[in-house]
């Protein structure tokens, strides 16, 4: 005969005869996996919680977490709000339940000095309001760690997650609606007709029952959000659009189900299709806030969470939180840096275009300030620590994720007729079951407020814009451009000012070789010797010279050596050669022949990079080097000129470059050496003046204004977060598709007004004849479904 199984009273860990620990409980002797657990159950008892153990359901056995954490860790995410009041903001790892919410909040509120805890089971974030003076920070972490749960600073939820659940969840609700719709659809056609034209008895109620059978799954089961919503609006006593779906659907639902026993008419598919109609546009509005929500984990994996201190002791791994002003950092060639600082000691290059959008990395020696988010190339660096929290980096994404945050002018303004159009209706039918009571028979009464209700029912509306973005969207994948915030179609026909990005954006943002100059050497020669010197680096400028070279081989290369900033050295096939700017060629002492000085003035002058090679003795060849414009970008900037908008080349490069591209491409209007926040803050400005500016870029320095604009799109070979921040993307890395995104976005926004005026023009026609009794419920069923049908039609343009 087995054993009975044991298992920790409190955490259910199974456990073997001999691991098992007993501890006395009440006057009880109980087992338990470890003494741990055994103090989380007398924490629990003393405190008087324990009907946690009741609540518990779907709890996953194992040992809680027993670690202690450091109070320094949590001291960034406190804010001060007065004297007696502070708000902690921190994740719990440990979360398996329900149960383990209402645990940790009972058990807190139990504290003196804790005001408020509120805590989100979905993303495992808490919210703490307490009074520092009767309270500390560690005394708060104590008490979670207490009950085996652990307190983590910064963000550790994963709100994506969240969201996908909740658009998988709305996409399987609105497949169900949509399968049981249909099947209910060819029977209620039947019933139509019968209503018209007659029908046998027997096989009408046969119908009913069956109608009535495929329309429950879609009212208790597809509309569960809208339930959830509508009893959630009645406790906060706030009308939502929800309310009047669920009062449209189940009043129609529950009138049809009378209906049937008193051999009346009935509207099982009203129910149904309000439901389905409107579960589409509410799956399409879901998945457009996931695509933008995987934006907050993108800026922070920019940011390094660890750095290297230099402490007395040597050199230690410290979380960044820990780092504060005047703190020494270790940065080695490869390692972000992690914070904005000067450096105190080494040289090295480190490639800044996150935030200048040059492609050449930036010489930095000591005294030099260099940026959170950048990348140290090929030296060791120690940096005195400047700003941790307050970096150019954190401002970029504080100001990126503010921008996103701010809801679309059509959704207020919806919004704001909600406020009034729903208690509107239930305030009209209510009046209308009234003032017909007094005059006809009850039964009449209700069926012309389910009509008002049934009428009112938002199927047209919620179909209006969801269905045109919808095939807008379409359209503008096929044309090239993956839309990301469907508001863009509504926003792009109002635009008078276009604003691109130089690097990567109008430029290819790869350096290439676009001329030689030799003077005592065969430019194939210097090409090989440049490029087996060049085989050795890492830096961005190395790449042109591989691409440049024809054939296979490249020249062996023995003895590198990398001077950031200035150049490299190094024997190829035996001889030593230098490859470099002036400043490094004037260092080895090389003759510099006139001719090279006069064009190295000219290349400078056109804003191009200068590259010397010399061998010991003399300079042999110069390498003009310089970004690609692209192929395309003269013939769009010529056609968006007839769209009757400015044009504006805004840049983080050097003024003679940025004027030279703007020349190439016929762009009137440019501004050189502009930051990241510059940038923003100048489209901020053009936008107070009633400016509508649609920003195109590619780069983190070019999120900022990216998110700040009145529109805006990027480019897919940019980096993730200006494709994030922008509300839409050119998947073929081609700008021509622009010109005809504009013409179909006007198309698209005149059809979205079409039809919410087509949507608002009949419910206020349609709904005052309800209320005299003049629209029967099958009428005004057919005219909701002739409505919606008008709206899909209508969209269905945008496909021509």
Known sequence: MSEPFLSCVHCLAPLKKEEVLWYEIGGKLEPFCCAGCYAIRLAIREADLEAFYERRKGWIPGQPEFKEVEETLFEDSVKRLSEEEAELKLGISGLRCAACVWLIEKFLRK?????????????????????????????????????????????????????????????????????????????????????????????????????????????????????????????????????????????????????????????????????????????????????????????????????????????????????????????????????????????????????????????????????????????????????????????????VTTALEEKPRLQTLADRVIKVFVPGILIIALVTFLYWNFHVETKVALLRAVSVLVIACPCALGLALPLVYLIATQRSYELGILIKDSTLFERVPYLN??????????????????????????????????????????????????????????????????????????????????????????????????????DLQEATEKGFTPVFLGDEKKVLALFIVDDTIREEAREVVRSLKDFDMEIWLLSGDEERSVKRVANFLHIDYFISKATPMEKAELIKKWQEKEEKVLMIGDGINDAPALAVSYASLALSSGVELAMESAQGVFIKKDLRSLPRFLMLSRKALKIAKENLFWAFSYNSIAIPLAVMGKIHPVISAILMALSSLFVVANSLRLTK
């Open 497 to 598: 000012k276009i604003a691109f990005d130089k690097t990567g954006t109008l430029t290819k943002g790869e350096p290439r070789i676009v001329e030689v100059k030799t003077y005592s050497v065969e430019e194939d020669s210097a090409l090989k010797v440049a490029c087996g010197l060049e085989s050795g680096s890492s830096h961005p400028i190395a790449k042109a010279f591989l691409k440049a070279v024809k054939g296979p081989s490249v020249p062996k290369l023995t003895q590198f050596r990398n001077y950031p900033g200035r150049g490299i050295e190094g024997y190829v096939e035996g001889k030593i050669y230098y490859l470099g700017n002036q400043k490094f060629m004037d260092e080895k002492n090389l003759e510099m022949p006139d001719q090279a000085l006069k």
């Open 111 to 399: 504290k003196k000095g804790i005001k408020r805890v509120n805590i989100n089971f979905a993303t495992h974030r808490a919210t703490i309001s307490f009074n520092p003076q009767e309270i500390s920070l560690k005394e708060i972490l104590s008490a979670i760690t207490s009950l085996g749960y652990l307190p983590l600073p910064g963000l550790t939820s994963d709100p994506e997650k969240v969201l996908e659940a909740e658009a998988k969840d709305l996409l399987i609700r609105f497949g169900t609606a949509g399968f049981f719709s249909m099947q209910l659809m060819l029977y209620t056609v039947s019933l139509y007709a019968g209503y018209f034209q007659g029908i046998d008895p027997e096989l009408r109620r046969f119908f009913e029952f069956l109608a009535w059978g495929l329309s429950t799954p879609v009212m208790f089961y597809s509309a569960q959000p809208f339930w959830k919503n509508f009893f959630m609006s009645l406790r906060l006593r706030e009308l939502s659009m929800d309310v009047l779906i669920i009062l449209g659907s189940f009043s129609a639902y529950l009138y049809s189900v009378g209906a049937i026993f008193l051999e009346k008419e009935v509207y099982f598919d009203t129910s149904a299709m309000i439901i389905t109609f409107i579960l589409l546009g509410r799956y399409l509005e879901k998945k457009m806030r996931f695509k933008a929500s995987s934006l907050l984990r993108l800026l922070l994996s920019y940011q390094p969470r660890y750095a290297t201190k230099v402490s007395e002791t040597g050199e230690v791994l410290v979380l960044l939180e820990t780092l504060k002003e005047g703190d020494l950092v270790v940065v080695r060639p490869g390692e972000k840096i992690p914070v904005d600082g000067v450096v105190v000691e080494g040289c090295s290059e480190v490639q800044e275009s996150l935030f200048t959008g040059e492609p050449m990395p930036v010489y930095k020696d000591r005294e030099d300030y260099v940026y959170a988010g950048s990348l140290n190339i090929n030296g060791r660096l120690i940096i005195k620590v400047k700003a941790v929290k307050e970096t150019l980096l954190s401002k970029i994404l504080h100001a």
